[in-house]
């Protein structure tokens, strides 16, 4: 999401730094201050005081410091790799220089002249390279349609048009814009000789978001005559769960209580609560990772046990593949063992009258779809193992709003319904351990949503510790 990934990155260059920090200044010490022939279990073998450890991490703190000063943690996404570059070397200058100035008034006797060059040229290479490394394999990620955002833009004006272009001609930003949203007005046909679409006007705004993918949505109306609309779409994206950004210099003002978007200097965000914070949001995609590698090791007997017998039982396919709708409305196949005939989705039709749930859900305690076999798959749950797969690839995570299928969303009737939809799905939640089936549609949802609300690593480890008992009690199981 967008605060989480970013600031990660923001937090690991932090980390890299120092490491640089580090290795450099052992590197500078072996080449000029140490005496000659001197090994690495000679230099371990070294007298080492707690006054001289203590000194080198005042160092640490201070060039830490020194470098978010000198601005290297702010956004440099509309900077240029040479301008970056050059912003480096002239920190790393301020930092040997401050080592060189501590070192006379501290007496640290191993930093002479020479020392201080060769750490300044080595800690600038070393920062510059991680930079570039970071920056070509993003910009290789994202070519290829990895960790790509899609941008909606609000308003036609010229500082849209201008910002848009500066998200097109990065592509290692990772963004696409999907179009512009806006009503006919006297420069619109300006507009539309730049080659950029308009997706839908204000009153199609609703329905456009309904169907199609937005993760961010851009602000760049002139806010005081355009206010109405910019409270509906201020709404409507609440709803969705999207997250709004807007330009600091529509209201005249360089101060506001929203976090600051490391894209651009000028822009704000307007964020919506879930598992977006960095750390957390990172602890919690390792992990889903582990825990299902590690999973998947014991539970290969068992898959493989119900593959066969799967396949033995009833005529069709071991797996059931179907497209659902997940983070944001991207679509993806998720994996279920099969428990029922091969040609249940075209039977559903004809089944419509018996539903038993509310809402646009469809389940059927005794549905006649459902073989021998699927019965008992889902009185345990393991017809879902596979889905342990789908949180491998990052399309699920083990905890999260169950995933909807397209039939079900597209029954959706209220938009503060779809804000699930703004976190990845799970293979369980709080509506799987209070009773899955049993509890109505609109408690379902207000459920989903109270999780995004109240999302926290711990929520999340206290849920998968309820799944266990629900799923041998098998209550709501249908």
């Known amino acids: 999401m967008i605060p989480t990934k970013r ?65 290297l943690y702010i956004s440099k996404r509309m900077t240029s790799r040479r301008a970056e570059m050059i ?43 991680g930079r570039l490394a970071v920056h070509s394999i993003l910009l290789t990620l994202r070519r290829r349609g990895k960790n790509r955002r899609f941008l909606l833009i609000v308003g036609t004006n010229e500082r849209a048009i201008e910002f848009a272009r500066q998200i097109t001609e990065r592509p290692e930003l990772g963004y696409k814009v999907v179009g512009f949203v806006d009503d006919d007005w006297i420069r619109i046909q300006e507009f539309e000789s730049t080659g950029y679409t308009r997706c839908c006007t204000f009153a199609g705004l609703a329905e456009f978001l309904r169907h199609n993918v937005v993760d961010e949505a851009a602000i760049y109306l002139p806010l005081r005559s355009y206010y109405e609309h910019a409270a509906q779409l201020v709404s409507q994206c609440k709803q969705h769960g999207i997250v709004l950004r807007f330009d600091l210099n529509a209201f005249n003002s360089r101060t506001s ?8 200097e000028n822009s704000r965000v307007i964020d919506v609560p879930g598992p977006r914070e960095a750390w957390p949001a ?45 983070l944001n409305k991207r679509k ?11 040609n249940a989705e075209q039977v559903q039709a004809q089944l ?24 008992i798959l889902r009185k345990t749950s393991i017809d879902e193992l596979p889905q342990l797969f789908n949180v491998l690839k990052g399309d699920m995570s083990l905890v999260g709003p169950r995933a909807m299928s397209m039939r079900d969303y597209l029954l959706f009737d209220q938009d503060w319904q779809r804000r699930r939809f703004s976190v990845k799905p799970g293979i369980t939640c709080l509506w799987q351990v209070n009773g899955r089936s049993s509890i109505p549609f609109e408690q379902w949802m207000e459920l989903d949503i109270q999780y995004i609300d109240k999302w926290s690593l711990w929520l999340d480890l206290k849920i998968l510790a309820r799944t266990v008992p629900a799923v041998l009690r098998g209550t709501g199981a249908a």
Not at 101 to 129: D, E, K, L, N, Q
Not at 284 to 305: E, Q
């Open 7 to 71: 600031q990660f990155l923001k937090h690991l260059a932090k980390v890299f730094d120092l490491c640089v920090l580090v290795c450099c200044f052992v590197f500078a010490s072996f080449s000029y201050s140490l005496p000659k022939g001197l090994t690495l279990a000679g230099l371990l073998g070294l007298r080492i005081t707690l006054a001289n450890c203590l000194l080198f991490t005042l160092l640490l703190i201070s060039w830490h410091n020194l470098f978010a000063l000198c601005g």
């Open 87 to 129: 912003e480096i070397g002239k920190a790393t200058i301020v930092a040997s220089a401050f080592l060189t100035i501590s070192a006379r008034i501290f007496h640290i006797g191993i930093v002479t002249t020479p020392f201080a060059m060769v750490f300044w040229i080595s800690t600038t290479c070393g920062m510059i390279f």
């Open 257 to 264: 209580n929203a976090r600051v978007h490391d894209m651009d």
């Open 282 to 326: 990172a602890a919690k995609r390792i992990m889903d990772f582990g825990l299902s590698a590690v999973l998947l090791i014991p539970l290969a007997p068992l898959l493989l046990t119900v593959a066969a017998l799967v396949k033995l039982m009833s005529p069709g396919p071991v797996f059931f593949r179907q497209t659902r709708v997940g």
């Open 332 to 342: 993806f196949t998720i994996y279920k063992f099969r428990t029922m005939i091969a």
């Open 352 to 375: 419509l009258s018996m539903n038993e749930m509310s809402g646009p859900a469809f389940k059927i305690e005794k549905d006649p779809r459902i073989t021998s076999l699927g019965r």
